[in-house]
């Protein structure tokens, strides 16, 4: 079972996004919540496989709450999901603050297919999007 929790500030995606996880079969929603900051308390209660994390949300960013999970539980995997391949820097930003996989909301099947993929140790990358190396 894949432990994940879901950060979004807009109420009507985070419910929809958790009863699309629910559904799938193989996916625990280990918790909810509407800003970086709670997404980085609720993840050290819950310890979750992955974050799937929203990109712009009150208190802390996306962004700031990858980098600080990061740090305080390297193990937990954080997916950032984002209205657009350019809100905020965009995957370059994903990868910098310790993302994952970097998914545009609106395809359902992506999201589980990508939580799936991260849970197991791989990325989720947008195509044409190379992580740079190391």
């Not at 079972?1 to 996004?17: C, E, N």
């Not at 937990?76 to 350019?86: A, D, E, W, Y």
């Not at 909301?105 to 999007?129: C, L, Y």
């Amino acid at each position: 079972m894949i432990r994940v929790l879901v950060a979004d500030d807009h109420p009507f995606v985070l419910a929809g996004v958790a009863a699309l996880l629910r559904s799938a079969g193989g996916i625990e929603v280990v918790g909810l919540c509407a800003d970086g900051a709670e997404a980085v308390r609720l993840a050290e209660d819950t310890r979750p496989d992955v974050v799937l994390m929203d990109v712009d949300m009150p208190i802390m960013s996306g962004y700031e709450a990858t980098e600080t999970l990061r740090t305080s539980q390297p193990a937990t995997r954080v997916l950032i999901l984002s209205v657009s391949i350019v809100t905020g820097g965009g995957p370059e930003n994903a990868y910098r603050a310790g993302a994952v996989g970097y998914l545009i909301k609106g395809n359902p099947r992506q999201v589980v297919e990508a939580i799936r993929t991260v849970a197991a140790g791989g990325t989720a990358w947008p195509s044409g999007f190379t992580p740079p190396a190391a």
